[in-house]
């Protein structure tokens, strides 16, 4: 009996110092402190909005670069973004960025690189972080690109994220549609809006800021992002009713004039013919009701028009 009670009078001398507050434990926002996030391509639209959206919640971010000396890396250090030097064809300068990082963000560029060098980074980058033990890999690919669409710049992303799941990595793969930022603002204010549509077929867009947000909402939120892969759009409209929203924004008469068919590939190339031709007939698929229950404030193409400065004085 004694030894019962010896025992019990331990068991409840452990019980109540665990009901005790402890010195040490972290708060929701000191944990993202300590959670360091590498984002690559943060000088450019992508990776800085994925930057700036995690600096603003409280992470640690590391932002690699090829050039910290660079106005755009400067611009991030003076927000208290650690820069770190570092190039996807350099695996040693990424195994030093990753290192001590628990989640990274990926984005490669097809236009800088072509098919081989952009699948090459992207998998360099994802081995790497395979590798450094990173707990949670957030992966920018392009909307639909598992679907078969025969574009090269899709079929490059899809690439990459098959290598991604094949390591075992746990990832997130984010998959954008159309850039909201991708209109030419010169010649939208002169009056044209100049694509290669049908008139009345519906396109895809998204704002790059949404991109950061719902990478952000990936890495605060683990439990529902892991293994997840998601198309994200903020609006979907035709070429008539984007001159529509374009004219009442810009308080300047816009029209809507499409590139003949015939002279699209002699013109703009056979990759972005093939793209064109594919979103005539077939397009993006994203659920925008559904994401925008997810990001009540996923901006609308008129809504990122007067947020940019687009509405007339």
Same mark, same amino acid.
């Given at each position: 009996m004694r030894l019962l009670r010896f025992l019990a009078s331990i068991l409840l001398a452990f019980g109540c110092l665990a009901c005790q507050p402890q010195d040490n434990a972290s708060s929701p926002s000191e944990e993202r402190e300590r959670r360091i996030v590498l984002v690559s391509g943060a000088t450019g639209r992508q990776g800085g909005a994925v930057a700036r959206e995690l600096i603003g919640r409280g992470y640690h971010v590391r932002a690699l670069t090829r050039n910290p000396a660079s106005d755009r890396a400067q611009a991030l250090a003076a927000l208290g973004i650690e820069l770190v030097k570092g190039d996807f064809e350099d695996r040693k300068s990424l195994d030093r960025a990753l290192r001590g990082a628990h989640g990274a963000f990926s984005v490669q560029d097809f236009w800088e690189h072509d098919y081989e060098g952009e699948v090459r980074q992207g998998k360099n980058f994802a081995d790497a972080a395979k590798a450094a033990g990173i707990r949670h890999l957030v992966y920018s690919s392009v909307g639909s690109a598992g679907k078969k669409t025969g574009i090269p710049h899709f079929e490059s992303k899809f690439e990459i994220e098959e290598h991604i799941r094949a390591l075992g990595l746990d990832y997130t793969i984010l998959r954008p549609v159309s850039f909201m930022e991708g209109w030419d603002r010169e010649q939208i204010l002169a009056g044209r809006l100049v694509h290669a549509l049908d008139p009345e077929v519906p396109q895809q867009y998204i704002a790059v800021q949404d991109i950061g947000t719902f990478a952000a909402m990936a890495f605060e939120h683990p439990g529902g992002w892991l293994g997840r892969e998601l198309d994200i759009a903020g609006d979907e409209l035709?070429?008539?009713?984007?001159?529509?929203? #374009?004219? !009442?924004?810009? =308080?300047?008469?816009?029209?809507?004039?499409?590139v003949p068919w015939s002279e699209l590939e002699p013109g703009w190339g056979a990759e972005l013919t093939t793209m064109f031709r594919w979103f005539n007939d077939?397009?993006?698929?994203?659920?925008?009701?559904?994401?925008?229950?997810?990001?009540?404030?996923?901006?609308?193409?008129?809504? #990122?028009? !007067?947020?940019? =400065?687009?509405?007339?004085?």
């Open positions: 035709t070429m008539t009713e984007l001159a529509a929203i #374009f004219s !009442r924004v810009t =308080g300047k008469t816009v029209t809507y004039e499409q077939v397009g993006y698929s994203a659920d925008i009701a559904a994401l925008r229950a997810e990001h009540p404030g996923l901006k609308t193409v008129e809504q #990122f028009l !007067r947020d940019g =400065g687009w509405a007339a004085d």
